[in-house]
Nanobody, 119 residues
Framework: VQLQASGGGLVQAGGTLRLSCAIS????????TGWFRRAPGKERGFVAA????????YYKESIKDRFTISRDNAKDTVYLQMNNLKPEDTAIYFC?????????????WGQGTLVTVSS
């Protein structure tokens, strides 16, 4: 199983980034997929998840008005569009695949991509 995230980088506050994650080795169309992040000095935490069909998505409350998760089942890829970025969004972002049963349970993890937001 491989989850290859890309799209991280350095951006100024108020800017945008789009993270992508190509997933192989799993039946992508059957998986829920999601993003987690680990900010400096903090525990890793949930950001967003999306169901296998892409018809339902779930967000950490504090980012739901700025981030959008989506997926392309034809490309086995999940995305995280991040708008109006804030310095507190600085973190390593991890893409995941798993199941959603009341809440999201990831079972496969990527290496992560670093997002740095400067003030």
């Amino acid at each position: 199983v491989q989850l290859q995230a890309s799209g991280g980088g350095l951006v100024q506050a108020g800017g945008t980034l789009r993270l992508s994650c190509a997933i192989s080795g799993r039946t992508f169309r059957s998986d829920a997929t999601g993003w987690f992040r680990r900010a400096p000095g903090k525990e890793r935490g949930f950001v967003a998840a999306i169901n296998p069909s892409g018809s339902a998505s779930y967000y950490k409350e504090s980012i739901k008005d700025r981030f959008t998760i989506s997926r392309d089942n034809a490309k086995d890829t999940v995305y995280l569009q991040m708008n109006n970025l804030k310095p507190e969004d600085t973190a390593i972002y991890f893409c995941t695949a798993g199941v959603y049963k009341g809440r999201y349970f990831p079972s496969s993890w990527g290496q992560g991509t670093l997002v740095t937001v400067s003030s």
